[in-house]
């Protein structure tokens, strides 16, 4: 196969590498599953398989399956050289990933209903420049209806924090 | 408008600041009893629609419909692992006196059977409300009358012929079946399936040739004259003299001892609130309970579900748990289901 | 006729105004939950549970039906909207429904999928109003090695039509792996919980869904900037009618959905398995089988008609016999005791106002759900107009209590963002991600049954062949499983013997 020149331009991960890097993972996952399994008993009694018979064996068609993956990331002829993702993909990508992952660990500690009405106004202002009255709006809106169908109406208690504390909840 | 009032003083006097606690309690004397400020969840360790899953519906819905308290009630099922999961949630829930967990003798099997780290010690006991029975079940198109001509046939049989079913592994049904083993000298082949109700599917189609359900797992095929009670798994008639087949009623059913077969076995319901919780806290849902099972709806429960009327509860209630602990314990250690490393 | 006169005996008791608006009442409050992911049909009744002791059991029920009946229509809209499964058995509809709704033709697969619904459980009723006694001795017949190969019969028929049979084999045994974590009940151990007691509960099959297909879809949308793009469908009433054109050409995939969706629900494999499976089969035996996937109407009504089948047939079992066809029916088993009914064989004789009253309401509610979802059409398909810099944090909220609702655990919130991480990644790798779920929502099942199975036949695989029904769904398990090569070996055949034809001629 001719190589692919688009260049990995500001060096980002090549398609190949990234496929190889997930193999391995998954690789990983189907030792786990072996070694845990094995321990429980993994063979075939005399009342049927035990309980580690099936996923021991799952985890080693895991393991067969993501080395022949591997192999061809690797070695293969017509494995992808293009970018797995270019840095200007990834930039959105993460400007919501991580506002999402601060947005579970505020939960924990202030609520998930303030946590959100946060989260959605940090994101519309960042990423639509929307205007502030537009924000409260959606925010909080969105909450108040949350907070009423599930703690008033179907009384499926969420996390809450301080807030809800305050309020009597 | 004084009721409301109260109540949200209440609620607000009673938030988790122990100061504040201390300065409501000095404000208002009266108030000397514990009260929830929140919803109460009833945690079920078993899935929803069975025997604990409908015990705990029917709680809520006789507190709603008596208004036996103020905040609501709700029942949350946490059935993984075999009821692991709320085990484990109402142990890590230390000192929050709104989680009533409805437990079984799960609370003693599960610890030993997967090395859980949990013993019913961690928790406050409130109440047992009542105990359910176990039954020696055929099918109807068999010919066995009795538990005697019944284990006579398996026994004759080449060992592991016949199925008995049950739910899940390692936990009461299976206990029974080893306890019936060795008394009878049978040996069965235990199917475990995920519910009572599955379990009374497969014996009326045949596909296991008996079960050890609950009565109220087995009633509907039995009425229905689809199943046949050989015997009761205690050591005496249960009560309900109501015919329920055409010709039986639960009190004629005879106990396994008299017919030759020494099994006794009966199963704890009761409730527990986490650890770490004040005696005032659980005074209240001993009160709670006590009205509950004083309603007459309480009453037809029980009858239809034909448990037995027992209310236990203080240092009665602890003596029975350390029985019955010491009692699954050792049939648990003598069937070999005892977690191994 | 006996039925027929029951059956207007039951609309004389169903058709109350207290009754209609129990059912009106009821198919909005399942709507609702059906769209929240999270919340879904057995939860949502079994909330409800309580505040209908005081109600007849008939109104009570006719509500609690109609919550069931909401949910298995509502379903389908974030997973065509949002590529979010709002049930468990509308993750086989996100296939064709989402790629539809990127096309702008979200209004369309909305339309199909309700109507689609609706003939299903307009089917099911049918078998239950007519045929309720003699199906129900049928559902008796299943034993362990009966399920097991109806497990089987549904992985045979979705399974073998990926591109990369690696990465087709991988992501099916995660679904595995996935679903063995927690406790083994046929052996009474843990598995894979490592000593930690937040796995106990196993990881729930909607979290992992969330992520992957919600969450996972939100960040590989992001790439490409702000936009979901050509999502701005039109929208009027027209939609409908227009979509109401087409349908009468998929009556084949209608009808074999129907009754495989009818199947399912008697013999409890539930309305999940019954989606895939109707998924699957009509994605093997359809002209346009080979587009699946790329947005194909047929590919939203075949799921769709199975599950809501599925799911209505589900009621006879426990009707008939007293029981659970789904966990939504196990939970209004429960409630007919509460009620003071006792369910089992007898209730059709001795409780003949409440079971035809149930039976009648089930065509009225039905009809009802139909006009009230498909008039929410253009409301639903408006939602796309809403700029995605609003929508996208809102969806992500969503997730995220679905995530957390399913069993109250924090710890579901951080899966559900790493199955949202692992699903862009798989998704840019070309890993097919449907074989995950199926066996995730399967595999513990199928095991359990096989694993039964070997209890009793001390370990033979002749059992699976010792009946004349196991037999058949076995031989027919292997059939679609190597339909492909048998496919070409007939065309091979035929070929050969045309050509000697013509080569004699």
Same mark, same amino acid.
């Given at each position: 196969?001719?190589?692919?020149?688009?260049?990995?331009?500001?060096?980002?991960?090549?398609?190949?590498?990234?496929?190889?890097?997930?193999?391995?993972?998954?690789?990983?996952?189907?030792?786990?599953?072996?070694?845990?399994?094995?321990?429980?008993?993994?063979?075939?009694?005399?009342?049927?398989?035990?309980?580690?018979?099936?996923?021991?064996?799952?985890?080693?068609?895991?393991?067969?399956?993501?080395?022949?993956?591997?192999?061809?990331?690797?070695?293969?002829?017509?494995?992808?050289?293009?970018?797995?993702?270019?840095?200007?993909?990834?930039?959105?990508?993460?400007?919501?990933?991580?506002?999402?992952?601060?947005?579970?660990?505020?939960?924990?500690?202030?609520?998930?209903?303030?946590?959100?009405?946060?989260?959605?106004?940090?994101?519309?202002?960042?990423?639509?420049?929307?205007?502030?009255?537009?924000?409260?709006?959606?925010?909080?809106?969105?909450?108040?209806?949350?907070?009423?169908?599930?703690?008033?109406?179907?009384?499926?208690?969420?996390?809450?924090?301080?807030?809800?504390?305050?309020?009597?909840? | 408008?004084?009721?409301?009032?109260?109540?949200?003083?209440?609620?607000?006097?009673?938030?988790?600041?122990?100061?504040?606690?201390?300065?409501?309690?000095?404000?208002?004397?009266?108030?000397?009893?514990?009260?929830?400020?929140?919803?109460?969840?009833?945690?079920?360790?078993?899935?929803?629609?069975?025997?604990?899953?409908?015990?705990?519906?029917?709680?809520?819905?006789?507190?709603?419909?008596?208004?036996?308290?103020?905040?609501?009630?709700?029942?949350?099922?946490?059935?993984?692992?075999?009821?692991?999961?709320?085990?484990?949630?109402?142990?890590?829930?230390?000192?929050?006196?709104?989680?009533?967990?409805?437990?079984?003798?799960?609370?003693?099997?599960?610890?030993?059977?997967?090395?859980?780290?949990?013993?019913?010690?961690?928790?406050?006991?409130?109440?047992?409300?009542?105990?359910?029975?176990?039954?020696?079940?055929?099918?109807?198109?068999?010919?066995?009358?009795?538990?005697?001509?019944?284990?006579?046939?398996?026994?004759?049989?080449?060992?592991?012929?016949?199925?008995?079913?049950?739910?899940?592994?390692?936990?009461?049904?299976?206990?029974?079946?080893?306890?019936?083993?060795?008394?009878?000298?049978?040996?069965?082949?235990?199917?475990?399936?995920?519910?009572?109700?599955?379990?009374?599917?497969?014996?009326?189609?045949?596909?296991?040739?008996?079960?050890?359900?609950?009565?109220?797992?087995?009633?509907?095929?039995?009425?229905?004259?689809?199943?046949?009670?050989?015997?009761?798994?205690?050591?005496?008639?249960?009560?309900?003299?109501?015919?329920?087949?055409?010709?039986?009623?639960?009190?004629?059913?005879?106990?396994?001892?008299?017919?030759?077969?020494?099994?006794?076995?009966?199963?704890?319901?009761?409730?527990?609130?986490?650890?770490?919780?004040?005696?005032?806290?659980?005074?209240?849902?001993?009160?709670?309970?006590?009205?509950?099972?004083?309603?007459?709806?309480?009453?037809?429960?029980?009858?239809?579900?034909?448990?037995?009327?027992?209310?236990?509860?203080?240092?009665?209630?602890?003596?029975?748990?350390?029985?019955?602990?010491?009692?699954?314990?050792?049939?648990?250690?003598?069937?070999?289901?005892?977690?191994?490393? | 006729?006996?039925?027929?006169?029951?059956?207007?005996?039951?609309?004389?008791?169903?058709?109350?105004?207290?009754?209609?608006?129990?059912?009106?009442?009821?198919?909005?409050?399942?709507?609702?939950?059906?769209?929240?992911?999270?919340?879904?049909?057995?939860?949502?009744?079994?909330?409800?549970?309580?505040?209908?002791?005081?109600?007849?059991?008939?109104?009570?029920?006719?509500?609690?039906?109609?919550?069931?009946?909401?949910?298995?229509?509502?379903?389908?809209?974030?997973?065509?909207?949002?590529?979010?499964?709002?049930?468990?058995?509308?993750?086989?509809?996100?296939?064709?429904?989402?790629?539809?709704?990127?096309?702008?033709?979200?209004?369309?697969?909305?339309?199909?999928?309700?109507?689609?619904?609706?003939?299903?459980?307009?089917?099911?009723?049918?078998?239950?109003?007519?045929?309720?006694?003699?199906?129900?001795?049928?559902?008796?017949?299943?034993?362990?090695?009966?399920?097991?190969?109806?497990?089987?019969?549904?992985?045979?028929?979705?399974?073998?039509?990926?591109?990369?049979?690696?990465?087709?084999?991988?992501?099916?045994?995660?679904?595995?792996?996935?679903?063995?974590?927690?406790?083994?009940?046929?052996?009474?151990?843990?598995?894979?919980?490592?000593?930690?007691?937040?796995?106990?509960?196993?990881?729930?099959?909607?979290?992992?869904?969330?992520?992957?297909?919600?969450?996972?879809?939100?960040?590989?949308?992001?790439?490409?900037?702000?936009?979901?793009?050509?999502?701005?469908?039109?929208?009027?009433?027209?939609?409908?009618?227009?979509?109401?054109?087409?349908?009468?050409?998929?009556?084949?995939?209608?009808?074999?959905? #129907?009754?495989?969706?009818?199947?399912?629900?008697?013999? $409890? /494999?539930? %309305? !999940? *398995? +019954?989606?895939?499976? &109707?998924?699957?089969?009509?994605?093997?035996?359809?002209?346009?089988?080979?587009?699946?996937?790329?947005?194909?109407?047929?590919?939203?009504?075949?799921?769709?008609?199975?599950?809501?089948?599925?799911?209505?047939? #589900?009621?006879?079992?426990?009707?008939?016999?007293?029981? $659970? /066809?789904? %966990? !939504? *029916? +196990?939970?209004?088993? &429960?409630?007919?005791?509460?009620?003071?009914?006792?369910?089992?064989?007898?209730?059709?004789?001795?409780?003949?106002?409440?079971?035809?009253?149930?039976?009648?309401?089930?065509?009225?509610?039905?009809?009802?759900?139909?006009?009230?979802?498909?008039?929410?059409?253009?409301?639903?398909?408006?939602?796309?107009?809403?700029?995605?810099?609003?929508?996208?944090?809102?969806?992500?909220?969503?997730?995220?209590?679905?995530?957390?609702?399913?069993?109250?655990?924090?710890?579901?919130?951080?899966?559900?963002?790493?199955?949202?991480?692992?699903?862009?990644?798989?998704?840019?790798?070309?890993?097919?991600?449907?074989?995950?779920?199926?066996?995730?929502?399967?595999?513990?099942?199928?095991?359990?049954?096989?694993?039964?199975?070997?209890?009793?036949?001390?370990?033979?695989?002749?059992?699976?062949?010792?009946?004349?029904?196991?037999?058949?769904?076995?031989?027919?398990?292997?059939?679609?499983?190597?339909?492909?090569?048998?496919?070409?070996?007939?065309?091979?055949?035929?070929?050969?013997?045309?050509?000697?034809?013509?080569?004699?001629?």
């Amino acid at each position: 196969m001719e190589q692919k020149q688009d260049g990995p331009s500001g060096g980002g991960l090549s398609h190949s590498t990234a496929e190889a890097i997930a193999s391995v993972c998954i690789f990983a996952i189907g030792v786990v599953m072996i070694v845990s399994n094995y321990r429980i008993g993994a063979g075939w009694a005399s009342d049927g398989p035990q309980s580690g018979y099936f996923p021991l064996r799952i985890g080693v068609i895991l393991c067969l399956a993501s080395l022949a993956v591997l192999f061809r990331s690797v070695f293969g002829k017509q494995r992808d050289r293009g970018i797995f993702v270019t840095w200007q993909k990834l930039r959105p990508v993460l400007l919501v990933l991580l506002p999402t992952a601060v947005f579970v660990l505020a939960i924990k500690f202030i609520g998930i209903y303030v946590a959100s009405t946060l989260f959605i106004a940090a994101f519309m202002r960042v990423m639509d420049k929307s205007i502030w009255w537009k924000i409260l709006l959606v925010s909080i809106g969105v909450n108040v209806l949350l907070f009423w169908m599930f703690e008033i109406q179907f009384k499926v208690p969420l996390p809450k924090g301080p807030l809800e504390a305050l309020l009597g909840y | 408008m004084r009721l409301t009032m109260f109540k949200s003083f209440n609620k607000f006097c009673l938030r988790p600041l122990s100061g504040a606690l201390l300065l409501c309690a000095i404000a208002a004397p009266a108030l000397a009893d514990w009260e929830p400020t929140k919803t109460v969840e009833i945690i079920v360790p078993a899935g929803a629609g069975g025997a604990a899953d409908q015990m705990a519906r029917t709680i809520q819905g006789i507190v709603v419909k008596h208004q036996l308290m103020k905040q609501p009630m709700m029942v949350i099922n946490k059935s993984g692992s075999s009821g692991a999961e709320g085990i484990m949630d109402v142990k890590d829930a230390k000192g929050d006196p709104h989680k009533l967990m409805a437990a079984f003798s799960a609370i003693y099997t599960l610890p030993v059977a997967v090395n859980l780290p949990f013993n019913w010690r961690d928790l406050n006991p409130v109440a047992m409300i009542a105990l359910d029975e176990f039954l020696l079940w055929v099918n109807a198109e068999t010919p066995y009358k009795t538990p005697k001509e019944y284990l006579a046939a398996v026994k004759a049989a080449p060992p592991d012929t016949f199925k008995m079913g049950g739910t899940g592994s390692k936990r009461e049904d299976q206990i029974i079946t080893v306890a019936l083993d060795k008394v009878a000298g049978t040996k069965f082949t235990y199917i475990p399936y995920k519910s009572g109700a599955e379990a009374a599917t497969q014996l009326v189609g045949k596909h296991i040739e008996s079960n050890v359900n609950n009565p109220s797992e087995n009633i509907a095929q039995w009425r229905a004259g689809e199943v046949r009670a050989l015997c009761v798994f205690s050591a005496q008639h249960m009560v309900y003299k109501d015919k329920i087949t055409a010709d039986q009623s639960w009190a004629d059913i005879p106990t396994c001892k008299e017919s030759g077969v020494d099994v006794e076995y009966q199963m704890l319901r009761g409730f527990f609130i986490p650890g770490g919780t004040t005696k005032e806290q659980v005074a209240y849902y001993v009160d709670l309970l006590k009205k509950v099972t004083a309603t007459a709806d309480w009453k037809e429960y029980i009858s239809k579900q034909a448990l037995k009327d027992v209310f236990l509860t203080g240092p009665e209630f602890v003596k029975f748990l350390e029985k019955d602990e010491a009692f699954n314990t050792k049939l648990m250690n003598e069937a070999g289901f005892a977690h191994k490393e | 006729m006996n039925e027929l006169d029951a059956l207007f005996h039951g609309f004389a008791i169903a058709l109350t105004w207290y009754n209609i608006g129990m059912m009106v009442i009821g198919i909005v409050l399942g709507i609702i939950i059906g769209v929240l992911p999270g919340l879904g049909g057995p939860n949502g009744v079994a909330i409800l549970l309580p505040l209908t002791f005081t109600m007849p059991p008939t109104s009570a029920i006719i509500m609690l039906s109609c919550i069931y009946w909401g949910s298995l229509f509502a379903g389908a809209i974030t997973s065509v909207l949002f590529n979010i499964p709002g049930e468990t058995h509308s993750v086989a509809t996100t296939f064709d429904g989402y790629p539809l709704a990127q096309q702008g033709r979200a209004g369309e697969a909305l339309t199909a999928s309700f109507t689609g619904s609706f003939f299903g459980a307009l089917v099911a009723v049918l078998l239950i109003t007519f045929l309720a006694p003699l199906v129900a001795k049928f559902a008796l017949k299943f034993g362990p090695p009966e399920f097991f190969a109806v497990f089987l019969l549904t992985f045979c028929s979705f399974v073998g039509t990926g591109k990369d049979p690696f990465k087709s084999i991988i992501s099916m045994m995660l679904g595995f792996g996935l679903a063995a974590i927690g406790m083994d009940i046929v052996s009474g151990e843990l598995r894979m919980t490592f000593g930690w007691s937040e796995l106990l509960r196993g990881i729930d099959f909607l979290v992992v869904v969330i992520g992957l297909f919600g969450l996972g879809e939100i960040l590989f949308s992001m790439e490409d900037g702000l936009a979901f793009e050509g999502k701005s469908a039109k929208i009027n009433t027209k939609v409908v009618l227009e979509t109401w054109k087409k349908l009468p050409k998929y009556w084949l995939t209608l009808i074999r959905s #129907a009754a495989i969706g009818c199947w399912m629900g008697i013999t $409890p /494999g539930g %309305a !999940t *398995a +019954a989606s895939f499976m &109707g998924y699957g089969i009509a994605k093997r035996f359809s002209p346009d089988g080979d587009k699946f996937g790329t947005g194909q109407l047929e590919g939203v009504i075949a799921p769709e008609t199975a599950a809501h089948a599925s799911g209505t047939a #589900a009621l006879l079992p426990m009707l008939a016999l007293g029981i $659970p /066809g789904s %966990a !939504t *029916a +196990a939970v209004l088993l &429960g409630g007919l005791m509460i009620w003071g009914l006792q369910p089992g064989p007898l209730l059709f004789v001795e409780q003949k106002e409440f079971v035809w009253g149930l039976i009648a309401s089930m065509y009225l509610s039905n009809i009802a759900g139909l006009i009230i979802v498909l008039s929410t059409v253009p409301l639903f398909a408006a939602i796309l107009r809403i700029p995605f810099a609003i929508i996208a944090p809102v969806i992500i909220v969503v997730c995220a209590i679905g995530a957390y609702t399913v069993h109250g655990a924090m710890l579901d919130i951080w899966f559900m963002l790493l199955f949202g991480i692992a699903g862009y990644v798989l998704k840019k790798l070309d890993y097919p991600l449907a074989p995950l779920v199926l066996s995730l929502v399967l595999g513990d099942r199928a095991e359990v049954a096989f694993r039964q199975t070997m209890m009793g036949s001390k370990g033979g695989l002749g059992v699976f062949w010792s009946n004349w029904l196991v037999g058949t769904i076995t031989t027919l398990a292997l059939v679609m499983l190597f339909w492909p090569v048998l496919a070409f070996a007939w065309r091979k055949l035929r070929r050969s013997q045309n050509g000697a034809a013509g080569s004699t001629t």
